[in-house]
């Protein structure tokens, strides 16, 4: 078969990734193998692949062509994931731009939408992954809406709710009101933000006397219910027992006592809000305080705003104030540092809420997630450093508001039989539920139709929690073939960003739904970072396009490039550099097989070099086998590519291939041919999980193979005999070339004029190697001195001393010029480093880094020195 003269990615990633799935490769059934399973962390819907996918799918086919290299049963389930705040965005602004308002939509009619736009852009992300290279079972796709896990959800729920673990409850919740949702506290990130403190004085009723509060949020004073003052706090002993005035809504109000008011904190005297303010809440409960929502569910004010009634939130705030000024009511404003609570899918300032939702209790159900981590081990964290995280939220984890005001979603199973705080009942149907509400409410004649259901739906993470068990059925059918064989799965890759969101949380409900954890080990990577540190985003315009980086460096290239830089749970500074770096790599894999394949083969003696070179490689393969199977073990992917890059880059290209070229025009001999032909395949083994597709191509030049001989399943390498003096006798001998190379440089001499070498070998090094040095150096005889030798230049491995003598070589008259001339200059160099570190200043503040510098670079001087008199006195 022809060898194309360049390594083509495009033809050839279409090529064989289509002979992959025709072939069923990815595809697994349960068989009598082991197991080896990895769920995907199911991307949006609504995405396109990013950097971050690139990196965590990348180390997940990494992992999973390995296994199915080490001949395990290796299933990879893909997916994705419904996202109900962002694609019920998606589809209202699709709808606005029709001029459809979803207000004026049935719920079914607003899904059949969602689904259109689901079916129609849903699947982009899975298609790009194909591209990546991304190994996974497609004819196991799973959606967390689709009719499996759809069902699968609605009996959790009923099942946690039967069990008391679900409730309904009047919470104060946070809600984002772009996306008019509640939201869980994990969705809720906190930012410092620099305000302003209003100074506010009230008037105190029947008085000409005022007090005065301190705000960060001057519109909300509308809702004011109470001014609280602690009663410890003896500068407003004289307000016990009156009342105020709230400015422009003129409401009285009560002053209340209470320990919870901070006295360093404003002017001592707190505004109590009970409708939009957690802590007002508690005080409000505790001493009867009547509430005042002034929010619409989008945060314009409704009408207990007054004249403000429609207006935006932050709009008011800057109009009150100035009608508090006017008022002289404001008494003064202070800048102020305030923390700030926004929607982590929509950036939306978060408005506390008081309303009826639905809740988890999360106490009990956290233990033995907790257990599985911190004692018993049965869940490994990589790296390990995320297990304090864990620790922390699940020690401290809160009742999950699992219900959402939208959609698009799994509809909470709830059906209400009347307007009582308890006239409801839970049910899989509406069949099931008028059973149960005749029975909880003893009205036989109850319809149908006097059952309304839950209008909320259900926290996405509420499906995907079931993740690692429903793609298995194992919600629907716990005794399944499938759950029985697959779960729990081997491996998570996911980022540190969703630990608790989604790892914890799966951790939890495959112990309380299997009694088992759900994976073994979890993998977490790094954010995808530019060079100068800052997360990729589209906002600063930093996230490169993640299809034209394969289409300008293959797939392998930029698989290498990601992995190359990216040391688990670290953030990994992208530079498109490195993904060039990865395609010159497959470039060098590529020509390397081409010049092994265009030698012409003889019938002829092995040479000795061929064979040593041969049987060091095979040892160096083998230990560096041993570093890899290391690596995999403790998660570091980027090592083990590191590993496999110099063994084929430094050792296998630069070295071996060297060492058994044959000369100019004349052949190599067969057995040496088909040594390298099989160590090469070994390479392209252990190559093949993180360059699939070049592996795959050169892997079928190599030899005509049917589908049962494929590089995708084919057997990963074992471990052989490792000789480690041979691997020690090669390193001292690849010292040699280096400083024979370095002389014909320096005094440009061509390497068809062949040189001798003559050595003082006090390390007593074998000269086994000796055909190979001269191989390397064209030189043409090796000789053991007892004495140095003189007109010669020098070099030092070790203790041996080597000469190069120069005879007819070099002008030695010039030659010595110029020893002298730098051997002047790097004494001078030696005595500039030797009085600054002799400065006693410099040494004791200057960083131990810098002193190290300092220090290598009068050691290597002090070598050099001592390298350059000897070959002057050799030459003299």
């Known amino acids: 078969m022809e060898i ?85 965005a998606k589809v209202v602004a699709k709808l606005k731009e029709q001029g459809i308002n979803k207000n004026d939509l049935t719920r079914d ?56 673990l679900i409730y309904r ?51 909300t004073i509308l809702g004011d219910t109470a001014i609280c003052i602690n009663p410890n706090d003896e500068r407003f002993t004289y307000l016990k027992g009156k009342k105020v005035i709230v400015p422009i809504c003129n409401r009285v109000i009560p002053i209340i006592e209470d320990e919870y008011v901070d006295v360093e904190f404003g002017t001592g005297c707190l505004k109590v809000t009970p409708a939009h303010d957690i802590n007002d809440k508690a005080l409000g409960e505790k001493h009867h305080l009547e509430t005042i929502d002034i929010f619409n569910d989008n945060a314009t004010l409704n009408s207990f705003g007054l004249h403000y009634e429609g207006k935006d939130r932050f ?60 004692e018993s081990g049965d869940v490994k964290l ?50 099931d539920a008028l059973q149960l509400a005749k029975e909880k409410s003893g009205n036989a004649k109850l319809q149908e139709s006097d059952l309304r259901q839950d209008a909320d739906v259900l926290d996405t993470w509420f499906s995907s929690w079931l993740w690692p068990m429903s793609v298995f059925g194992g919600i629907m059918e716990p ?65 490169p396009d993640a299809l034209k ?95 496999i890059y110099k ?39 252990l190559l093949h999980p993180f360059m699939p597709f070049l592996t795959e191509e050169v892997w079928q030049h190599i030899a005509k193979r049917d589908e049962s001989e494929a590089l995708v399943i084919s057997k990963w390498p074992t471990v052989g005999k490792i000789d480690e003096e041979l691997i020690a006798q090669f390193d001292f001998a690849a010292e040699v070339i280096a400083g024979v190379r370095t002389i014909r440089k320096n005094k440009n001499i061509p390497m068809k004029e062949s040189l001798e070498l003559s050595v003082l070998n006090s390390e007593k090094a074998s000269n086994r190697w000796d055909v190979v040095i001269s191989k390397l150096t064209n030189v043409s005889k090796i000789s053991y001195l007892g004495e140095q030798l003189e007109g010669a230049l020098t070099f030092r491995v070790k203790s041996n001393e080597y000469f190069v003598p120069m005879e007819g070589a070099i002008d030695v008259e010039a030659e010595i010029v110029k020893i002298n001339e730098e051997l002047k200059y790097t004494k001078g160099f030696l005595i500039s480093v030797q009085k600054k570190l002799s400065n006693e200043r410099f040494v004791n503040n200057a960083p131990e880094k810098v002193i190290a510098i300092e220090r290598q670079k009068l050691a290597d001087a002090e070598a050099k020195i001592e390298t350059l008199e000897k070959s002057l006195a050799s030459l003299g």
């Open 109 to 164: 009619e607003f899904l059949k939408h969602a689904w259109d736009w689901t079916n129609e852009y849903g699947g982009i992300i899975l298609e790009q992954l194909k591209k990546l290279g991304c190994s996974c079972d497609w004819d196991r796709t799973a959606f967390t809406m689709d009719q499996e896990r759809y069902d699968s959800v609605i009996k959790v729920f009923i099942d946690l709710y039967n069990k008391g």
């Open 549 to 643: 980086l394969i289409e300008d460096y293959g797939a392998d290239g930029v698989r290498v490039g990601l992995l190359l830089s990216s040391a688990a749970g670290n953030d990994l500074m992208f530079d498109e550099d490195l993904c060039q770096q990865g395609k010159n790599f497959a470039n060098k894999i590529w020509n390397g097989f081409r010049l092994v394949q265009g030698w012409e083969i003889a019938d002829i003696p092995q040479p000795e070099a061929s064979k040593l070179g041969l049987e060091w490689y095979e040892s160096k393969l083998n230990k560096t086998l041993l570093e890899i199977e290391d690596h995999f073990s403790k998660f570091r992917i980027s090592d083990a590519l590191m590993s």
């Open 479 to 543: 005794d399944n073939e499938e759950i029985n064989y697959y779960y729990p799965t081997n491996d998570l890759v996911t980022g540190p960003d969703i630990l608790f969101f989604w790892v914890a949380r799966m951790i939890v409900a495959g112990y309380e739904f299997r009694g088992e954890k759900p994976f073994e080990n979890v993998y977490f990577t790094g954010l995808v970072r530019d060079k100068q540190r800052r997360k990729m985003s589209k906002s600063l315009g930093n996230s």
């Open 4 to 88: 194309p003269s360049k390594y083509n990615p495009q033809s050839t990633e279409s090529h064989w990734y289509d002979y992959w799935m025709k072939n069923g490769y990815f595809h697994s059934v349960p068989d009598d193998r082991e197991p080896y399973s990895i769920v995907i962390p199911p991307p949006n819907v609504t995405g396109i692949l990013h950097m971050g996918h690139m990196l965590n799918n990348t180390i997940q086919d990494v992992l999973i062509r390995r296994a199915r290299l080490l001949g395990k049963n290796a299933c990879w389930v893909p997916g994705t994931d419904h996202a109900s705040i962002a694609t019920e």
């Open 169 to 219: 409850g009047y919470r104060m919740v946070n809600w984002d009101p772009e996306a008019q949702t509640t939201l869980s506290d994990e969705e809720v990130i906190y930012e410092e933000k620099q305000g302003l403190l209003y100074y506010l004085s009230y008037a105190i009723e029947g008085s000409d006397e005022k007090v005065t509060i301190a705000t960060t949020r001057p519109e």
């Open 647 to 685: 063994l084929v880059w430094d050792d296998y290209s630069s070295s071996l291939l060297e060492i058994i070229k044959p000369a100019y025009q004349q052949p190599i001999d067969r057995t040496t041919f088909d040594k390298v032909i099989q160590l090469f395949e070994q390479n392209l083994k």
């Open 382 to 431: 990589h790296p390990k450093k995320f297990e304090n995280t864990y620790r922390h939220w699940m020690e401290n984890v809160r009742d999950w508001n699992i219900s959402r005001q939208l959609w698009w979603g799994q509809q909470i199973p709830a059906f209400y039989f009347g307007d009582g705080q308890e006239d409801f009942v839970v049910a899989a149907s509406l069949e």
């Open 315 to 374: 709009v008011v705030r800057k109009e009150i104030s100035k009608e508090l000024e006017d008022l002289g009511v404001l008494v003064k404003t202070e800048t102020h540092i305030n923390k700030v609570g926004t929607s982590e899918r929509t950036k939306a300032v978060i408005e506390p809420k008081l309303s009826d939702q639905w809740f988890l209790k999360m106490e009990d159900l956290a233990k033995p997630a907790l257990e599985a981590v911190m």
